[in-house]
């Protein structure tokens, strides 16, 4: 039943990522995106992560992907034209390098079991052993990772200001 | 075996995420759908990796996700700076038409 329900998430979530491929309007595209996260979500649990699952609605699709929806609504995007592509060589190369690369990837994974000698036992489905964990071993990454937020939060902003003297378009 | 879940599935499952990731960057045309094929990419790392703490029984899986989602939280912000940056200056983001470091 566990395994029903993780395999039917997991396509789920494949089929709309490869929505968000195929398709050309860009908008549409990263909605797709949204729902595929949902799915992805829904596989965490199943494997017995709910704080990734929501941290993975909350911070992933309710957060970066509506930072990408901004973004096109702000550059007001076109839709890819299906128009004559300038170098078709570069799509026959890079269409053949990833069916080699498929081929070898779905080689490597199938039958690959986990590892022996980890220290075995079930992952519980409760949040607080994770949080300790977190805010005791892993403290400084954590630390880390806020000075690195700042950083990002500086240079966004750095980089998206308007230069002096420049008209608004 | 993750409570009735084989480890192969969610190595499988990864691995079509990933393939479908790397379609989109080599294949699109717009910035902005290479960017969001990269975050899809991203993602099927994130289910390789749960499925394997999960396998092992150990959380170490989870809080590398969790620091790869905040980095990724990071990195798009970035990003998508660029692109509003960069489309100020060409009113394009298709990448063939980006094809000169400095004019």
């Given at each position: ?63 970066i992907?509506?930072l990408?929806?901004f973004v ?76 690195l937020l700042l950083a990002a939060l500086v240079g966004a902003f750095v980089l998206a200001q ?8 | ?72 939280a990071a990195e798009a912000s970035v990003g998508l700076a660029i692109f509003v940056a ?18």
């Open positions: 039943m566990a395994r029903l329900m993780f395999d039917a998430a997991a396509i789920f979530t494949v089929l709309f990522a490869a929505v968000m491929v195929v398709h050309r309007h860009p908008v549409k595209s990263v909605l797709a995106l949204v729902v595929s996260f949902f799915g992805l979500a829904v596989c965490y649990v199943m494997l017995s992560a709910p704080f990734i699952a929501a941290i993975q609605v909350i911070v992933y699709a309710g957060a992907l509506v990408f929806l096109l609504l702000l550059l007001n995007v076109p839709e890819e034209t299906r128009g004559r592509d300038p170098r078709p060589i570069q799509r026959i190369l890079s269409g053949g390098a990833l069916l080699v690369f498929a081929v070898y990837l779905l080689g490597l994974l199938r039958g690959h079991g986990a590892p022996a000698g980890g220290p075995g036992g079930t992952v519980s489905f409760d949040v607080a052993p994770l949080a300790r964990l977190l805010f005791s071993r892993y403290l400084l990454p954590f630390e880390a990772l806020s000075v308007q230069e002096k003297g420049e008209t608004r378009r | 075996m993750i409570g009735g879940i084989p480890l192969g599935d969610a190595l499988l499952a990864s691995g079509a995420l990933f393939l479908v990731g790397l379609a989109g960057a080599l294949l699109r045309r717009s910035a902005i759908s290479i960017f969001l094929s990269i975050e899809v990419m991203m993602n099927a790392a994130n289910l390789a990796l749960i499925g394997y703490g999960s396998a092992l029984g150990t959380r170490e899986g989870q809080i590398v996700v969790f620091f790869v989602i905040a980095i990724a960069l489309f100020r200056h060409k009113e394009t983001i298709d990448v063939n038409k980006i094809n000169l470091l400095k004019w």
